[in-house]
Structure formats: C-alpha cells, structure tokens
C-alpha cells in the first residue's frame, strides 16, 4: 500500500505565505505525477499545481505567479508554496500522487487533506 501525509496548512493572513508539503511511503517503485487539489467550502474541488517526474508542471490560472509546485524525488515528496494569499485561496488541500507499485501494479492516492485558512 502507499500512504500519503500531509503538512504545513494553518491560517494566515492575506498577502503571508504558506507551504505544503506531501510525503508518500509504503511499497512505491516510481512516483510519476504529484498534484494539489483544492476544495473551498461548498464548492467542488479542482486542481491547483501539478508537476510530472520530468519537472513539467500546469497551473490553475487563479494561482499562476502566486504558487510554485516543486518535488523532491529522492524523498518522494511534493510541496506547494503558497505567496501572497488571498481569502479565496481558503480551502481544504488535498496532495494526489500517481505511479508504480513495487507489487506491480498502478496506484493513483489522495492525502487526507489539509486546511488552508486566509484571513482578510
């Protein structure tokens, strides 16, 4: 099995700055793509950040110049720094990583998500 934890949600004020972090362990083989997801109250959620093993990565236009998703193979994790936040960027932040079991087979997991709070 592969387990995802997450860290580094809080409550900030608007204009500070926050990181995500998402670690994955348990019988991974390859880690291809890691991604944030949002989820504001009431609302659907949506994807944030995503980033590829090759470090190609796709934006929400709502947080492009604002977020930077980045990864760190070696340790199986992906983060997401959050600058200049805004009220609307409140929302539960949920880690999703993709890729190859050492049992062989493909696994797709969610974190248990993580509350973002800003404060205008």
């Known amino acids: 099995q592969v387990q995802l934890v997450e860290s580094g949600g809080g409550l900030v004020q608007a204009g500070g700055s926050l990181r995500l972090s998402c670690a994955a362990s348990?019988?991974?083989?390859?880690?291809?793509?890691m991604g944030w997801y949002r989820q504001p109250p009431g609302k659907q959620r949506a994807l944030v950040a995503v980033?590829?093993?090759?470090?190609?990565?796709n934006y929400a236009d709502s947080v492009k110049g604002r977020f930077t998703i980045s990864r760190d193979n070696a340790k199986n994790t992906v983060y997401l720094q959050m600058n200049s936040l805004k009220p609307e960027d409140t929302a539960v932040y949920y880690c999703?990583?993709?890729?190859?079991?050492?049992?062989?087979?493909?696994?797709?997991?969610w974190g248990q998500g993580t509350q973002v709070t800003v404060s205008s």
């Open positions: 999703n990583v993709g890729g190859y079991s050492s049992a062989y087979y493909n696994f797709n997991v």
């Open positions: 348990g019988s991974i083989l390859r880690v291809n793509t």
């Open positions: 980033i590829t093993r090759g470090d190609s990565t």
